[in-house]
């Protein structure tokens, strides 16, 4: 069995165990898994298997534990249901098919952890992204674009600086705020022509 195995609140957990045995597997078979906190303590029982499965009855582990294994072929796993930080602890897998006898029974130490935040790039959506991130960037830049523009047009409405249609025809295209400079600029000039022309 491993010497450690993680598990995540509330997720179903594996506990796997394998054996050899010289001897055909026969209904003299038996299976038993025991448990100590973490904290300390006496172990405790909290499964046997002799044919068929005997999950334990009482204490934390009641409804909570299922036989997956198959001594048939070598495996003697049980499952989890739930496991909770408070399960934290070392489990025994010893099995016995006698005239067998055991030796060098492993342990092996559960630590249950809350599942943190976890987010993985799967290939779909690594391609969607590449995909849909330019094209939303594209849209934006458009928004953008036509916004400003709208604006532009908008403050031209207000300015009241619009060409006449002969300007358009005869100068090349200006901004809205180069045509309003040049109104400007003729308006000074003239101003300029005036006082000239009148000494007092």
Not at 51 to 58: D, K, L, Q
Not at 75 to 81: F, G, L
Not at 125 to 152: E, Q
Not at 184 to 200: A, G, I, K, S
Request: hydrophobic fraction near 35%; proline fraction near 6%; charged fraction near 20%.
């Amino acid at each position: 069995s491993s010497a450690n195995v993680r598990a995540y609140v509330g997720e179903q957990v594996a506990l796997k165990c394998s054996f050899k045995s010289s001897s055909p597997i026969s209904e003299s078979l038996t299976v038993d898994w025991t448990y100590r906190p973490i904290t300390g303590g006496q172990m405790e029982t909290i499964f046997h298997y002799q044919s068929v499965p005997y999950p334990t009855t009482v204490g934390k582990f009641k409804d909570r534990i299922s036989w997956v294994g198959n001594v048939a072929k070598g495996d003697a796993s049980i499952a989890i249901e739930s496991p909770a930080m408070s399960d934290n602890g070392t489990f025994i897998c010893s099995v016995k098919n006698p005239p067998d006898v055991y030796h060098n029974i492993p342990q092996t130490m559960l630590i249950v952890t809350e599942r943190g935040f976890s987010f993985q790039l799967t290939s779909a959506v690594l391609l969607s992204i590449l995909v849909f991130l330019p094209s939303i960037i594209v849209v934006v830049l458009l928004l953008v674009r036509l916004g400003r523009k709208f604006a532009v047009q908008k403050e031209k409405k207000k300015s009241g600086c619009k060409k006449s249609s002969i300007e358009v025809s005869d100068e090349p295209e200006h901004t809205g705020a180069g045509s309003c400079l040049g109104k400007l600029r003729d308006w000074c000039l003239n101003c300029v022509d005036t006082d000239e022309e009148d000494p007092y």
